[in-house]
């Protein structure tokens, strides 16, 4: 059951519920993840009927992802050679596996576990979406990390060396020397924070 609050100074009231920092990481990993897998998706859906001159299927539009990846499907199968084709067709395979639990997490209403508080309970009601499941925090961070490794295979079919360069390159000066790479968020933080707190002038 979600949990009811009281804003004491406003008086509003609203609904919360009683997961912790990890579950809500792990469920916010899960979105941010998959949107970028959309994205992907529909990067290789471009790319392929560019490729065969053809018209981009109108399904690739559609906004039921079942849809878009029934408009892949029939792309892959009319235009990519075998080798490309079977790669392609295992990734749309993972991606509906993946997507099951996606579904759940993301529409679920949430509750906590009383024979086990560290596991919780994601359920639906809607009819034709009725569905219960239980999840805990490494549950889904391993399903964020699936959806991670089906994005970077859709970009990177040739592995890591190919991500690796493609990151140099694109960090590559006009004589193709690499200055510097990406730094992380963490560090750009650290790096700012630093400059901020040195005194003017130094």
């Not at 609904?15 to 990481?25: G, P, S, T």
């Not at 200055?179 to 933080?189: A, I």
């Amino acid at each position: 059951m979600p949990n009811l609050q009281k804003d004491l100074k406003t008086g509003i009231g609203r609904i919360e519920f009683d997961l912790d920092a990890d579950e809500y990481r792990a469920i916010g990993r899960i979105t941010v993840q998959w949107a970028y897998l959309e994205h992907g998706i529909y990067a290789v859906t471009e790319s392929i009927a560019s490729t065969a001159q053809v018209e981009l299927p109108k399904e690739a539009l559609h906004t039921s992802l079942k849809r878009r990846l029934q408009a892949l499907r029939s792309l892959i199968e009319k235009h990519c050679e075998d080798d490309e084709k079977e790669r392609l067709l295992k990734l749309i395979s993972r991606i509906a596996n993946a997507m099951q639990d996606r579904h759940k997490i993301t529409h679920a209403m949430w509750d906590w576990d009383s024979e086990n508080p560290d596991r919780i309970n994601a359920s639906s009601f809607r009819p034709t979406h009725e569905f219960e499941k239980v999840y805990d925090a490494r549950a889904m961070d391993s399903l964020a990390d699936k959806i991670g490794e089906i994005s970077f295979a859709l970009e990177y079919p040739k592995g890591w060396n190919e991500a690796f360069r493609q990151l140099l390159t694109e960090h590559a000066d006009e004589d193709g020397k690499v200055s510097y790479v990406s730094l992380s968020r963490q560090v750009h933080r650290k790096l700012q924070r630093e400059k901020r707190s040195k005194p003017d002038g130094e």
